[in-house]
């Protein structure tokens, strides 16, 4: 399996645009998480799904974030209107309950909103 | 809730030395996590530790479970520059609906 794929790896977008990110889990993954990470505030958990479904999303900062997942291979999280402050890295993660492992990290999207 | 310390925060070190990461949990865990995360880069899972008294080794890295004390240890024997990095621990509550706690991050600065 390639791992976790996420789309774009970087993105430079300006104040106001809608951004949307991309992620394709592991095939047979049943979890996926979005997090954000900042120098600030590090490690935060944006929002998670078990089998499409979305479970938590209290970590969503505000109603300008959305995250989707239509099918087991792909989900998207999307900021409109994107602000300076959502300037961050976002990783998306899957892991499987079944097998009691880790959450195996996309590459990220560095996400810089001027 | 689950919370999830971690200690040091920061920490420089010459090469050669020794040195523990320290991960301590709130609540009853059966299951915690060790990555790596190199400046710029992904997270990386090192360790995954299923059990009390679990020990799991590679390289100059070796890591412990005590659930007992709620509580995970990191060791680094000798270190290495390439082992500069910032680590994370993460625990699997019993109740967290298999959403993972993270520790805050060392960040592990090893002067040659």
């Known amino acids: 399996d390639a791992g976790v794929i996420q789309s774009p790896r970087h993105e430079v977008t300006e104040m106001g645009q809608e951004v949307t990110l991309r992620c394709k889990p592991i095939?047979?993954?049943?979890?996926l998480f979005w997090y954000r990470q900042t120098m600030m505030r590090g490690l935060e958990l944006l929002i998670y799904?078990?089998?499409?479904?979305?479970?938590?999303d209290s970590g969503m900062p505000e109603d300008r974030f959305s995250a989707k997942m239509p099918n087991a291979s792909f989900s998207t999280l999307k900021i409109q209107p994107s602000e300076p402050r959502d300037s961050a890295v976002y990783f998306c993660?899957?892991?499987?309950?079944?097998?009691?492992?880790?959450?195996?990290f996309g590459q990220g999207t560095r996400l810089t909103v001027v | 809730e689950l919370k999830v310390e971690q200690n040091p925060l920061f920490l420089s070190m010459q090469e050669g030395k020794n040195y523990t990461i320290y991960c301590n949990y709130s609540?009853?865990?059966?299951?915690l996590y060790w990555y790596r995360q190199d400046p710029g880069k992904s997270l990386e899972s090192l360790f995954v530790?299923?059990?009390n008294g679990a020990v799991k080794q590679e390289g100059r890295l070796m890591a412990s479970l005590d659930t007992k004390a709620r509580l995970s240890t990191l060791h680094i024997t000798a270190a290495v520059h390439d082992l500069s990095a910032t680590y994370f621990c993460?625990?699997?509550?019993?109740?967290?609906?298999?959403?993972?706690?993270w520790g805050a991050g060392t960040k592990l600065i090893i002067k040659p």
């Open positions: 993660a899957s892991r499987s309950h079944d097998s009691l492992t880790e959450a195996f």
């Open positions: 095939s047979g993954h049943d979890y």
């Open positions: 799904f078990n089998n499409n479904v979305p479970i938590d």
């Open positions: 609540t009853t865990s059966d299951r």
């Open positions: 530790l299923l059990s």
């Open positions: 993460a625990v699997d509550g019993r109740s967290s609906n298999y959403q993972l706690i």
